[in-house]
């Protein structure tokens, strides 16, 4: 029996149009767009509108993977939402409502829970699915209204996050050179409270002092979050380009979760990477969690820089903590 592989065969994102700039937050909290720019390279960031929900977003960004791969939504056999935003805290799964609204039917949707990991880690349940030959064509989508978890009030995370989302379509292939080559996955819970939104949920229900406390918005004990980030991230480019006995050097597109340039530009320095390898997003978009992966592939699709074939180094890290690195050909086709 011929091997079946997985590839992305497509990729599409959505950003709001509404611009929330560092000089927007001058006004709001402590801080100047001198410091932000500086500390973290982000210059805005976009923000949904208010009647414009995570599901929204999802469903702008899966249909444009989906026309650009081809195929229609019916040849779609499963759908997974990655967010730590979802419309409901915590049913229905947004994948469930991104689906019905864009007409996929009967067809199984779920959603995970794994913040800025969340792109990577759908792509290894997309490949498991796939090589285990129980899906042919899978939807990812990695969508975040972040503004509603956020305290505008908090000059420590209001000035990183922003809302967007990114899709892309994963399919089976026999062609060995469109497959996904590699991917590492990881987690370590001990590090939970370094990103947390403490409420609602079974800890903290819903209550008045949940809302006094503001505890359903998100913490992030940044710094530390900052250090372990630069050296987690280094080391899982290295190990998955050892494992697969390639040098930096030779990946045309490192395509790091955008949280902060600072971060991107140190992993990038640790592996000599030129500018021109590393993708940048994080000035125009800000972190954007689950989507930030998938909208930084998608710009580089966008703008014409990447070519069928191509090799892109994926690599991430995020609340739980997670962190996972992916190494694949871009398998679509471009314009
Ligand atoms: O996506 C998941 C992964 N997330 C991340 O990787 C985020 C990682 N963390 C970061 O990006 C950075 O830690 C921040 C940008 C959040 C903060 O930068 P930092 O260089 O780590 O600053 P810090 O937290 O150590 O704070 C340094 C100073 C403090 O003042 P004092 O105590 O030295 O007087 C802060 O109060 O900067 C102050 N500060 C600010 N000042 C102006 C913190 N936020 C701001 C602000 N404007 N927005």
Redo the contacts with the bound molecule.
Sequence with gaps: MASVYASMRSIGAYAPSRILSNSDLEKM????DE??VK??GIKERRIAANDEYTSDMGVKAALQAIERSGLSANDIDLVICATVTPDYFNMPSTACIISDKIGINDVQAFDISA??SGFVYLLTIAKAFIESGMKKNVLIIGAEKFSSIVDYTD??TC??FGDGAGAAVISATSDKNEAIIDIHASADGAYADF?VTPAPGSVNPASQEMLDNKLNFVQ?K??E??KL?VKTLTKDVIEILKHNNLQASEIPHFIP?Q??YR?IKAVGDALNMKEEQVVLTVHKYG?T?AASIPMAINDIYESGRLKTGELMLLDT???GLTWASALLPFAGKVK
């Design positions: 909290v402590d801080t100047t410091w932000i500390r973290t913040a800025c000059r420590g000035i990183l990103l992030m940044g710094n979050t900052f980030a979760h949280a902060n971060i972190n969690s890290f995020g609340g």
